[in-house]
């Protein structure tokens, strides 16, 4: 059984930094390719980030160099370091991990508010 965990979301001040993880089990973590989204209130959700196997990497425009996408291997683990956040950032964020198939993390709420 897959299941994907996501941590590390919490109340931030504006420009402020949170590292979000997505820690997974029931995969080979190194064969899937793993993406952060996001879904704002009242919003789709989107995608922010995202890494393959082979580490390459693609952001979403609004990113802007801020955040950093990254995975361990060793620990089945994907991450999300996201520095100088903004009050638009606020939503909650999912982790995926995809390769025949697509699976989704329950979410964690990450709000950026002074």
């Known amino acids: 059984q897959v299941q994907l965990v996501e941590s590390g979301g919490d109340l931030v001040q504006p420009g402020g930094s949170l590292r979000l993880s997505c820690a997974t089990s029931?995969?080979?973590?190194?064969?899937?390719?793993m993406g952060w989204f996001r879904q704002r209130p009242g919003e789709d959700r989107e995608m922010v980030a995202t890494?393959?196997?082979?580490?390459?990497?693609k952001y979403a425009n609004f990113v802007k160099g801020r955040f950093t996408i990254s995975r361990d291997n060793a620990e089945n683990t994907a991450y999300l370091q996201m520095d100088n956040l903004a009050p638009e950032d606020t939503a909650i964020y999912y982790c995926?991990?995809?390769?025949?198939?697509?699976?989704w993390g329950q979410g964690t709420q990450v709000t950026v508010s002074s």
């Open positions: 995926n991990a995809v390769r025949r198939r697509t699976c």
């Open positions: 029931g995969l080979i973590f190194s064969l899937y390719s």
């Open positions: 890494i393959n196997g082979d580490r390459v990497t």
